[in-house]
Nanobody, 116 residues
């Protein structure tokens, strides 16, 4: 069963914006805190934002003030609005439960490339 389907990535210039979406299986969305993770080339996957069912949101220091996470409970979807993008934001972005992801449930991710 596919549980996370990410979309919205692409190539953007430094300073640009992208909005990522993640469709989540309803059985998961209604029970767990959701997280956005990213994996930069040659680096480990890191958690960049978490969004609880009640709407409490936390961000990694590296994205604070630039990224905004939100969730649409009617659509079982979580979003990541990314502004003022930097080359170091380049990577594959995934959603999963947080703060401990389900290890066997990673989606295909969506690739973000920030480059001029």
């Amino acid at each position: 069963q596919v549980q996370f389907v990410e979309s919205g990535g692409g190539l953007v210039q430094p300073g640009g914006s992208l909005r990522l979406s993640c469709a989540v299986a309803e059985s998961i969305f209604n029970l767990y805190t959701m997280g956005w993770y990213r994996q930069a080339p040659g680096k480990q996957r890191e958690l960049v934002a978490t969004n609880t069912r009640s709407g409490r949101i936390m961000y990694a220091d590296s994205v604070k003030g630039r990224f905004t996470s939100s969730r649409d409970n009617a659509k079982n979807t979580v979003y990541l609005q990314m502004n003022s993008l930097k080359p170091e934001d380049t990577g594959v972005y995934y959603c999963n439960i947080a703060p401990v992801p389900a290890p066997d449930s990673w989606g295909q991710g969506t690739t973000v490339t920030v480059s001029s």
